[in-house]
């Protein structure tokens, strides 16, 4: 496998289709600080892979369209640089030999705790030579007092109190939705008196002002029935 720089920051694309897991998985790794694109399928994947850099790769094999063990034996063929962790609910042995034999570095069953992901990840990172984030400088650092976020860059923003208010409640849910009820009492309104549209309006200014300071595309995600959810790992500056 060609090295890669000791000290580029680690890039890890998630392929899984079952989108709470996605969110999930997405949400805990980019906490530690790696830089996370989170995919539904495997031409989400070539069309991420064709436009940016990648150092690792979990993969669900039960994908819509192509499955995974075809991805995987595609890129060991293609890119054989990139690491391919298999993360998947098929636990029979000949499932795990068949995962091994097609190209993957690690074969992991569902439900792995995020501990035993991690300790994987870095472990094959490790071996493919690429630099471990540094946890203090990584993700996205909230101080409520000052109302001021800061992206990983380094870039701030200042937040209104309303916009602080809103982001305490997205982080409290995350990697889950936080609720339109829970968003509108963070608010200290009243739901059945505050509209949609004020609440959709204040998510998009809040939204507006991560965008302009991030990397990531869409740090405010809109969950169909339930609210909206925080993409971005967020810490709280005590």
Request: aromatic share 4%.
């Amino acid at each position: 496998m060609n090295a890669t720089s000791s000290t580029s920051l680690a890039a890890i694309a998630v392929v899984e289709d079952h989108d709470d897991l996605r969110a999930e998985l997405a949400f805990q790794l980019g906490c530690n600080g790696y830089a996370v694109t989170a995919l539904a399928d495997g031409a989400a994947l070539d069309a991420h892979l064709a436009c940016h850099p990648c150092h690792l790769i979990v993969l669900d094999l039960g994908l819509p369209g192509e499955d995974g063990l075809s991805i995987c034996a595609r890129l060991r063929a293609s890119r054989p640089e990139i690491g391919i962790v298999m993360l998947t609910a098929r636990g029979l042995a000949l499932d795990r030999l068949n995962g091994l034999q097609g190209g993957a570095d690690a074969y992991l069953v569902k439900p792995t705790s995020p501990q035993e992901l991690q300790a994987v990840i870095a472990n094959l990172l490790r071996r493919l030579r690429v630099a471990a984030p540094a946890p203090a400088a990584s993700g996205w650092c909230f101080d409520p007092r000052r109302q001021s976020l800061a992206a990983p860059g380094g870039a701030t923003v200042t937040l209104t109190h309303a916009e602080s208010l809103l982001l305490q409640a997205l982080q409290r849910a995350a990697p889950q939705p936080a609720s339109r009820h829970e968003l509108v009492q963070a608010l200290g309104g009243n739901y059945l008196d505050f509209t949609d549209h004020r609440l959709e309006m204040a998510i998009s200014r809040l939204r507006r002002k991560l965008e302009q300071i991030g990397p990531d595309a869409e740090p405010i995600r809109a969950a169909r029935g339930a609210g909206y959810r925080l993409t971005i790992p967020c810490t709280l500056r005590e």
